[in-house]
């Protein structure tokens, strides 16, 4: 069964709007409390990277040791954490947990990234950009020794 999202309109920075591959993703927060979150589909991104904020909000465990990491925008500091959300279809529901990096800088305007590392491998993704839509196909990963 594959899961089939739209991209979405996103407002830029010139006041345009573009269109993206953002899908949602349903989180629960430290009270228990499920919410839907659109997360951009980054597969230039290694890692899944969470606004500080957000991580905040879902009350994520963060590792103490705070590092960086480069991206397109240059170096931001970044805490290790994990997170774990759901992608659901029409009759479809994947429970996912993947390594995440928390931006330690709330000033960051970056939306949750899905990065390739925990999240790729466990689907095959069609980009149709013609169509402006995303397809993810759950596929069994495979085993890293």
């Known amino acids: 069964m594959s899961i089939i999202f739209r991209y979405a309109h996103v407002?830029?920075?010139d006041g345009t709007l573009r269109k993206a591959p953002f899908i949602p993703v349903h989180v629960t927060n430290?009270?228990?409390?499920?919410?839907?979150?659109?997360a951009l589909l980054d597969s230039g991104a290694d890692y899944t990277v969470v606004p500080k904020d957000l991580a905040e909000l879902l009350g994520l465990k963060e590792s103490k040791k705070e590092n960086d990491?480069?991206?397109?925008?240059?170096?931001?500091?970044?805490?290790?954490?994990?997170?774990?959300f759901r992608l659901k279809g029409n009759r479809e529901n994947y429970p996912l947990d993947v390594p995440a990096l928390i931006l330690q800088d709330?000033?960051?305007d970056v939306p949750l990234l899905l990065g390739r590392h925990g999240f790729f491998e466990h689907f095959h993704i069609t980009f149709k950009q013609d169509k402006e839509k995303i397809v993810l196909k759950k596929i069994q990963p495979k085993k890293v020794y």
């Not at 430290?30 to 659109?38: L, T």
């Open 69 to 84: 990491t480069g991206g397109i925008g240059g170096k931001v500091k970044v805490r290790n954490s994990r997170l774990r």
């Open 30 to 38: 430290k009270f228990g409390r499920s919410m839907e979150v659109i």
């Open 106 to 108: 709330k000033n960051e």
């Open 11 to 13: 407002p830029r920075a």
